[in-house]
């Protein structure tokens, strides 16, 4: 569980940094893809039993 968890935060992490930076640009369809990604991994962490709040 640890290198999944690992490789799901960081994904997170790079992700949000992602739509961040988007939502500055301005680039609203940018934007809504990242934010359907964090969904997507919050989302893959949940059905592999860690806690989205742990992201």
């Keep these: 569980m640890g290198e999944f968890l690992t490789e799901i935060r960081l994904r997170v992490t790079e992700t949000y940094t992602s739509l961040q930076a988007a939502q500055a640009a301005g680039d ?17 962490a949940v059905r592999n039993g860690v806690d989205p709040h742990c992201l």
């Design 28 to 44: 609203d369809f940018l934007a809504d893809a990242h934010a359907s990604e964090l969904e997507n991994l919050h989302s893959i």
